[in-house]
């Protein structure tokens, strides 16, 4: 079964910056993309970034300017930078992998990571 963890969360002040990573493992089809999802409480879970793996990309607007998404395709990984963090980015973060003709929002998750931003 396919697998994914997610890592680097934590607590950090307005402004400041953090870098998740997420390793997949498992049976990954070539042509797949991979992304960052964000759930925050009494909030949906909503699109953060995602980055297929030929490197197109795609950003919530809320993110735009302040995040990056990248990959390491030899290692099956995924990359968030955030940079500029705000209180409103808090929520739990979660790693997302699919194949392209499935649907986004569906295919395999990982078991997410904490991210909180203080005032």
């Known amino acids: 079964q396919l697998q994914l963890v997610e890592s680097g969360g934590g607590l950090v002040q307005a402004g400041g910056s953090l870098r998740l990573s997420c390793a997949a493992s498992?049976?990954?089809?070539?042509?797949?993309?991979m992304g960052w999802y964000r759930q925050a409480p009494g909030k949906q879970r909503e699109l953060v970034a995602d980055?297929?793996?030929?490197?197109?990309?795609n950003y919530a607007d809320s993110v735009k300017g302040r995040f990056a998404i990248s990959r390491d395709n030899a290692k099956n990984m995924v990359f968030l930078q955030m940079n500029s963090l705000k209180p409103e980015d808090t929520a739990v973060y979660y790693c997302?992998?699919?194949?392209?003709?499935?649907?986004?929002?569906?295919?395999?998750w990982g078991q997410g990571t904490q991210v909180t931003v203080s005032s």
């Open positions: 980055i297929t793996s030929g490197g197109g990309t």
């Open positions: 498992g049976s990954i089809s070539r042509i797949h993309v």
């Open positions: 997302n992998i699919r194949p392209v003709i499935i649907s986004r929002g569906s295919g395999s």
